[in-house]
């Protein structure tokens, strides 16, 4: 389970390229996987299914482009992830190892040293849920690749049972467009303003699994399983 975590954890979160650090907690029945960057613009709140045994309580993890390279060597079903202890017999590594003898160690942070600090999210009146087809968030990311050079925002609403997404405008220099996400019989209250990369992001992570995505006026939620964790990618509304 440990190297399934981990590789999952890679994947998800580390792979992304948006975050610096991420925060490991142990709560009763699960391992919770906290990520932001220094802007806020995009959160992850993630839940193993079930506990990791393995982890320590607390601690972090920083150098993920080096912990995305570790993992991406030890993906094959002849290598193997445990945790390591330092002298005083405290949980303070992953170590990777391959049965031909190669192996590598990832140091665990401890969280005094990091910026990141735990967050929780309560939940809020989500006005909107869709569950989008995959050509559409393709057709998304193409449209996102134009229009975010000259816009970095997109406006969501909601139309003749339409949620819409509209680009560009006075603030892209009079360029603009308008994309038919998905049918919905809900309304937003008001047009959202999204960023589109860290929308685009999520729904691109979530579409490997079945994504559903929710909004509300002051933020949208990109939601996935992956078999072993829940990942909720938190994108905040631009004022």
Partial sequence: MLKDITLD????IAGLGTF???????ENNSTKFTAYPEDSSITVLANSKNKVAEFPDKFGMLNLAFFVGLSNLYRSDDTS??????????????AFSHKDGNND???????????TKSRSFNGTTWDVVVSPAS?????LAQR?????SIDPNLIASTENG???FTFGGSSGGGHSGKFVFADTTQKLKRPVTLPINSLLLAL????????????????????????????EYLVIAQL
Avoid at 20 to 26: C, D, S
Avoid at 144 to 148: E, R
């Fill in 9 to 12: 954890v890679a994947k998800n």
């Fill in 20 to 26: 610096e650090e991420i925060l490991v907690e142990q």
């Fill in 81 to 94: 992830v445990a945790t390591g202890l330092n002298a005083k017999g405290d949980v303070d590594r992953l």
């Fill in 105 to 115: 160690e990832y140091r665990l942070t401890p969280t005094n040293l990091m910026k």
């Fill in 135 to 139: 050509n559409k968030i393709s057709e």
């Fill in 144 to 148: 996102a690749g134009l229009y975010a």
């Fill in 162 to 164: 339409k949620l819409v």
């Fill in 204 to 231: 691109k992570t979530a579409s490997q699994g079945t994504p559903s995505v929710s909004f509300s006026e002051k933020v949208a939620k990109v939601e996935f399983d992956s078999g072993l964790i829940k990942y």
